[in-house]
């Protein structure tokens, strides 16, 4: 039996996750968190984990000698920190490194959806602006908006520097109002999306606000209204969202995100008033690799010094 550290991979990983790990580790590769091929004698000997997804309470309990997890993302809803917390388990995850290929994606979401210039492509590829005359007027602009950000962490205020030079006017909806921004700050979900006619929803999965953007509120975001989600598909009622673009609540949506991924209702596939994308705001190569490196870098600086670099705000850090 070797005597290095043996570290859990349940189910897909960026590779290089997994190639970085097995420099300093012994890789212990399941299919998924059942991790019903391994056996007692193996799950007995982990120490680490490394993770992309879901990480629940049953595959803790069955790892007694765990004491970190690696989460792939900014987000780490899959994962059971509770569980994790209650025994001093560190969970760490990769905020930061992705902040700026989010922000990109969510201004080039904006664009498009207002805009439609992925429509106005395929009138050109389809050889219909010869045959037909010019693309349609869109409807909507970006011109003399008022953006309003539900969440305002890190990929909030990436998201909100790029759209300063737009000349739109910004406010924000958060928990506690931050004192180092001069935007509108609003105390509930509702008066932001009164107050403003683009609304973009960067926040994590939390019972909080999970379906806080319901019919309520895109009522609120009223006619002219654009709703831009690139955080999670959980935070949208689906059904209400539908409902409010097929019947003029709101003017149009683009989203990165949806409730049952990778599944996308036919209903939001149908609809001529939105830009879908298939949770693609991090995925390029040079940032998914950085997220890699990232997930590895946290498991190796535990066993080497105690110190995850990026450990969830929820967990304890026991130090070595």
Same mark, same amino acid.
């Given at each position: 039996m070797s005597d290095r550290t043996l570290v859990l991979i349940p189910g897909r990983i960026h590779p290089r996750v997994r190639a970085r790990l097995a420099e300093r580790f012994d890789v212990l590769d399941v299919t998924d968190t059942s991790a019903t091929e391994a056996t007692a004698e193996q799950l007995a000997r982990v120490r680490g984990a490394a993770v992309s997804g879901r990480f629940p309470a049953s595959l803790i309990e069955r790892l007694p000698k765990l004491e970190v997890i690696g989460s792939f993302g900014v987000g780490y809803d899959g994962v059971d920190v509770g569980a994790a917390a209650a025994r001093g388990i560190v969970?760490?995850?990769?905020?930061?490194?992705?902040?700026d290929e989010v922000a990109d994606t969510t201004i080039a979401l904006l664009l498009n959806t207002v805009r439609q210039f992925y429509r106005a492509e395929h009138y050109l590829r389809e050889g219909r602006w010869e045959r037909e005359g010019a693309f349609p007027l869109s409807p909507l602009s970006l011109k003399g908006r008022k953006v309003g950000l539900h969440g305002l962490g890190r990929i909030g205020m990436e998201i909100a520097a790029r759209l300063a030079p737009f000349k739109v006017d910004l406010a924000y909806h958060t928990r506690r109002p931050r004192e180092d921004v001069s935007y509108a700050y609003h105390d509930s979900?509702?008066?932001? $999306?009164? !107050?403003?006619?683009?609304?973009i929803?960067?926040?994590?999965?939390?019972?909080?606000?999970?379906?806080?953007?319901?019919?309520e509120v895109l009522t609120a975001l009223g006619s002219s209204g654009v709703l831009i989600n690139v955080g999670r598909g959980s935070t949208v009622d689906q059904p209400a969202l539908i409902e409010a673009l097929r019947n003029g609540t709101i003017?149009?949506?683009?989203l990165d995100v949806f409730a049952a991924e990778p599944h996308v209702p036919q209903a939001l596939i149908d609809l001529p008033n939105v830009s879908l994308l298939p949770h693609v705001a991090s995925a390029s190569?040079?940032?998914?690799? $950085?997220? !890699?490196?990232?997930?590895?870098?946290?498991?190796?600086?535990?066993?080497?010094s105690g110190r995850p670099l990026t450990p969830v705000p929820e967990t304890p850090v026991p130090m070595h």
């Open positions: 969970v760490t995850h990769t905020p930061d490194v992705l902040n979900l509702i008066g932001l $999306a009164k !107050a403003v006619d683009i609304l929803s960067i926040v994590p999965s939390t019972p909080q606000t999970n379906g806080a953007i319901n019919a003017a149009a949506a683009g190569m040079p940032t998914r690799d $950085a997220m !890699a490196d990232l997930v590895a870098d946290n498991v190796i600086a535990w066993f080497d």
